[in-house]
């Protein structure tokens, strides 16, 4: 099983978003990239959500993350949030054992208060 590591991305002392993953540059490629969406790029879509107002998940359809997409202001700030994720530092831990990396994941979530973490299935 490959190593999932654990890392956090901010600015400056602003923590913001803390995630794993066991393909780390390839990640941080796909929060940035400009071709990605909502999908792929979920810390940047979380950025353009507030941005946006539409911070509530929904199911119907006027407002659903797949729909955002063609909503052009939504897709201005998914724009803005990509290169701003661009810019922010990124820490990381090498952790071999799951429990503690998802221990850890939770553990800097909620002692940063990164405010970009969600643990609910919105």
Known sequence: MPERDPYLSSTGKNYLYDSRTNRLRKRLREHCSEGRTHLTAAFACRIARLETGHVRASYRKEVFRASLMGYEPFAAALRRAKRRLAGMDIRY?????????????????VAFRTPFNKFDNQ
């Open 93 to 109: 831990v090498e952790e071999a054992e799951p429990v503690r990396q998802a221990l850890f994941e939770m553990y800097v979530a």
